[in-house]
Each structure stands twice: as C-alpha cells, then as structure tokens.
C-alpha cells in the first residue's frame, strides 16, 4: 500500500468514528516558542489538550509534518528519520482508553488488513506516579490480542512527554512482528533486533508533568495517538527500511546512479536530509547560524558532505531537489510551486559550504596527522575550534570526519569553547528556553514587553475576552495571535496603536514579583497556558495597566520602547486573530 493511500484510509476511518480532519501545522510552530519544529502531532494541539476548547470540536486526525533531530548522528542506518509525517488522532476529554484501543485495533486489522497474530502492545508497568495500567490491558484482551502478546514497561517505554515539563501520561505501544527470527528466549517489542518494529502509539494524557517533576492531574483527559507514516509503509509494502519504498527509493537510485562510490550509509544521509531540508526551507525557513537556522544548514552541509563522498557531480543537486519534489508531489503537492525558492536556498547554501569544506579539509588532515603521529585518538578542543575559527570549518563536520577516522572528539568542551568565545546560539536540539522568547536581545525584550501592553490593550478597545494565543518575536517584528471574533476594524486598530502609544509615553514602570501560582491567578494576572507555569511565578506588572505571569525578560520603563505601529492584522485559525507590529 502507498504512502498516501495509507495516509487516505487513516483520515478517513477517524472522520468516519466522528473526527474531524485538521490540516498539517507548519514544520516551524506558529504559536510556541519551546521548540524549534515541530515535533509531534500533539505539539500544535497542547493548548487544547491543557483544555482550551477547540473549534473542530472534540474529535480530531490530521497528518503532521515533524522534524526531530536529537538522533541527526543516527541517520545513515535503515531506520532513524530527521523529517517524518505522523497520522494522529485525538481525543480532547472525550473517548478514552476503551474506544481508542478498539479504533486502532479495527484500522490496523481490518482497514490495514494487518494479520491480529502480528501485532504486539505494551502497556504502562505502573510506579508511584501512576498505577500500572490494567485497564489498558484489559482493553486489549478485549479487543482481541491474548495476554501472551501483552508486555509490561516502566516510564522509560510506557510513558510519553513532549520535553520536560507539560502533558503527559502513560501510553500503549503497537508493534508489527517483521516475521524475521527472534534475537534469543527473550526477545520482545523493547529490544532493538529489529523482528518487532512500533508502529503506534496512543498516550492517555490525563497529567501534567511540573517543573518540580511531580504530576498534577489535567482538568480533561486525552488520547493523544501517533503512527509514522515512513515507517508504516514500509511494513506494508514489506520492504527491509523506508529507504526502499517509493518515497526515498527514486533520490536512493539516482544517487546511486550518479556516484562513483557505493556506500549506502552516505546515500541514506544524502536522501534523508535532503528530503528534511526541502520540507524546511518550504515552510519558510533560511540557513543561517542559529536556531532552526542552524539546523537547516547543518542538513544541507551533511547532505553536500555524504554526496562528496559519493563523488558525485555537485551540480546535480538541482536535478536532485527536483526529482525529489516530484517524488513527494502526491503527499506534498504544495512543493511544486515552492520549487524554485527551495532550489535557491539549498543550492546556494551548498556553494557557500563547498568553498568551507575544501579549505577545512586539507587543515583536518594536517591535525590528524598530527593527532596521530603522538599516539592519541582524540582530537583537542581547541584544534577544532581553530578549524573554525580559521577555515570556518563546523564543529559537528569535524566531528564526522573524526568518526571516519576512528577519532573522538568531545563535543560538551567544544561547546562550551563556544560559549565562552561566541556568545551565540547554536542550538543543537529542539528544545528552547522556556520562557517563551527565543534568545533575548534588546529589541526581543523591547518587543516582549510591547506583547504585553498589546495584550492589554485589545481587552480594553476590542473586547475584554481577547486572550493571547501566541506569540513570536524577532529583531525586526512582533507577532501576536489572540482570540477574537471578527476582523477587527480599522477604528479598533486606531485605538489599539494609540493606546499602546499612549501608555509608552506615559513612562511607566515595568516591575516583577514572585508568588505562588494560584495568587498570581486570583490577583487577575493574565497567562497563557496556566498549567504551564511551576508553582512559584514571575508576575511583571506595568503600571497598573498590565499583569501577567511571565518569564521576562522585560525594559524597565515603557519608554524605551519607541512608537509603535501595526503593520497587519489577518485571520491565524478559526477564532484567532493576528497582528503583527513593530517599534520604530
Ligand atoms: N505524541 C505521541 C508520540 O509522538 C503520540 O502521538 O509518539
């Protein structure tokens, strides 16, 4: 079965049981600013399964595009994916752990027509945090899978989070047995041989998980479920890998057609990433030094680095990019009209970083050689960060090229090389800072506290039920989503810009206090996701017109700000409004 055929059936089985079908979010999250892609399906959800109502209503599937790069060293083996599309469905506070096993058990056997023998679950083992989920388990029995094909994990199997803190639960894993030999007695769905591959999984989200690291119950419990698509299919259509079905096999063959080197490691590297780059740079993001930034550059320069090594034509990368968009033409129809603007970004990109490698290259060799020659297998910190210092040679390509060479290198010392000489981020994982901006430079903080005078602001010249939905910040702009109604109109505009002006040249304090949470709700702090936020919270007050619980950073007096002027509002998602401004 295709991918997409796959991905048609999902949707339509859960429209069928009462879902209603939501479209992909962006690869780039709009509204949060924890994560620098997203990452799973739930992740544009959360505010909804913290129990914000959503307007689709209580039901929900989509296919969502994600991107993890945590593993990004991994990729090269049949397995481990950057880019992936999980099919999900959710349940907010509606169906629970009894109708999701069942909806899952009838698609994968009578929709998927997946043989009942093939399919093994797991189940939450149980600990002081919660209790072993019996419950679960009877559902399967239910439903039709014997107890010998139910096993029994702890947390690090069995409970699934998002990042540190936020909601959570335990969950219940369905693997697919490949049919290959067992590895030994003990062979189970938890061990890596590879006869059991997971090919669902449905998390009971009903706790939050504090910053303290306890659990809190939420308000609503949710079923939050997620199926990979790349690796489903490959089941399906029993290949060994997804680097054999049709979505990488075209990119896979012609690399293969193009290259004087047979190694499929450099190959799977090569298709992988850029399948994940041409998906980043369609959603609107550029290569540059920070961030997800960053991380597409790091895709590109990989990718361009595993086709050297191939030998292959560099130029051919445009007939690359192109063949793959019309690989992934009937999943992400959209790439088409993206084609020539993703063709520029991971070209050029390449060019800049062809010039880097040639340079580098030789000096790496020279230090190895060094390296070697007194003995040792580990190449210093300091030869590599003057490799970038000097010949703007990436830590993490030296760090590959050390791998080929069977040298270590130690990247927690390099990083922190880094820190001290650079000051820039250089965020290797999705994970952000919490508070809610992403790095905090002047302007960010002169937009963030302009946030929040605008948040006050439309409460008093729109309607007092406007309430953040989001936000993100940059040098250059403010965006901020917030739930309204109705477009709002020019006079509203008017007097929103004016008011927030008004309050600027009134030259107001900004102050911060710390108090327990549920003061900080009762004194009529304003927040956006309360459940959140640790028990202890910053509260920053602008004169007496703003309150809100937040992170900071903040300017002291409202002065600093400038003047301030929307430049657009426009509709986000159904009930949600977004404006974005800037100071001047
Ligand atoms: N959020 C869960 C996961 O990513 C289920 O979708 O596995």
């Known amino acids: 079965m295709k991918a997409i055929e796959i991905r048609n059936k999902y949707l339509k089985f859960f429209e069928k049981n009462g879902h209603k079908i939501i479209p992909s979010a962006p690869l780039i999250p709009e509204n949060d600013s924890s994560v620098l892609f997203t990452t799973a399906g739930m992740q544009p959800l959360i505010m909804y399964l913290l129990g914000e109502k959503h307007p689709e209503g209580k039901r929900l599937t989509d296919f969502q595009k994600c991107l993890r790069t945590n593993d990004i060293d991994e990729v090269g083996d049949n397995r481990h994916l950057t880019y992936f599309e999980m099919l999900g469905n959710w349940s907010l506070g509606d169906y629970f752990k009894e109708e999701s096993i069942k909806m899952s058990y009838d698609f994968l056997t009578k929709e998927l027509q997946i043989p009942s023998e093939k399919i093994s679950v797991t189940c939450f083992a149980g ?12 559902c399967w029995k239910k439903a039709g899978i014997p107890k010998e094909r139910i096993y029994y994990y702890g947390k690090e199997d069995n409970w699934w989070i998002a990042g540190e803190t936020g909601p959570c639960g335990p969950d219940t894993e369905m693997f697919y047995d490949t049919g290959k030999e067992a590895c030994g007695p003990n062979c189970q769905p938890s061990c890596n041989c590879g006869k059991y591959v997971e090919i669902w999984n449905n998390v009971f989200m009903e706790f939050y998980r504090n910053n303290d690291g306890t659990y809190s119950k939420l308000k609503q419990h949710n079923v939050d479920t997620g199926m990979g698509l790349e690796r489903i299919t490959f089941l399906l259509e029993g290949k060994s890998d997804p680097f054999e079905t049709e979505l990488f096999k075209p990119v896979m063959d012609e690399l293969k057609k193009l290259s004087k080197k047979d190694i499929i490691e450099s ?10 780059s041409i998906m980043i740079a369609a959603d609107g993001e550029k290569p540059s030094n920070i961030d997800r930034g960053y991380i597409l550059r790091r895709l590109i320069r990989r990718m361009t680095r595993h086709m050297n090594k191939l030998e292959i034509d560099l130029n051919e990368l445009t007939n690359l990019i192109e063949l793959n968009i019309n690989s992934l033409n009937e999943l992400y129809p959209y790439l088409n009209d993206k084609k020539e603007q993703i063709k520029k970004i991971i070209t050029e990109e390449k060019d800049k970083f062809i010039k880097t490698l040639s340079r580098g290259e030789k000096e790496f060799n020279k230090v190895i050689a060094k390296i070697k020659s007194e003995g040792k297998d580990t190449i210093d910190s300091k030869s590599i960060f003057k490799l970038y210092e000097t010949y703007g040679f990436p830590p993490e390509v030296t760090k590959d090229l050390a791998t080929e060479n069977e040298m270590k290198v130690n990247m927690d010392e390099i990083q922190q090389l880094f820190k001290e000489h650079q000051n820039k981020s250089r965020a290797g994982s999705e994970q952000k800072f919490k508070g ?6 002047e302007m960010e903080t002169k937009y963030h506290t302009a946030t929040h005078l605008l948040n006050a602001a439309l409460k008093i010249t729109v309607n007092k039920d406007c309430h953040q939905r989001g936000s993100n910040i940059t040098s250059e702009r403010m965006r901020f989503d917030f739930s309204c109604d109705h477009k709002l109109t020019p006079e509203e505009k008017k007097a929103t810009e004016e008011l927030v002006n008004k309050w600027i ?54 002065s600093e700000l400038g003047e301030f002027k929307i430049k657009k509002e426009e509709a986000s998602s159904a009930g949600v409004r977004r404006i974005k401004a800037v100071l001047i």
């Open 127 to 138: 600990d002081e945090d919660c209790p072993r989920d019996e419950t679960t388990a009877n």
């Open 505 to 558: 040249k009134e030259d107001l304090i900004v102050t911060n206090t710390e108090m327990k949470k549920e003061d900080a709700i009762k004194s009529g702090a304003e927040c956006m996701f309360i459940e959140r936020y640790p028990d202890i919270v910053k509260v920053y007050s602008i004169g007496d017109v703003s309150k809100e619980i937040c992170g900071g950073p903040h300017v002291t007096r409202t």
């Open 436 to 441: 809610g901006l992403a790095s905090s430079g």
């Open 267 to 276: 190959r799977r590297i090569a298709t992988e990433h850029l399948r994940a």
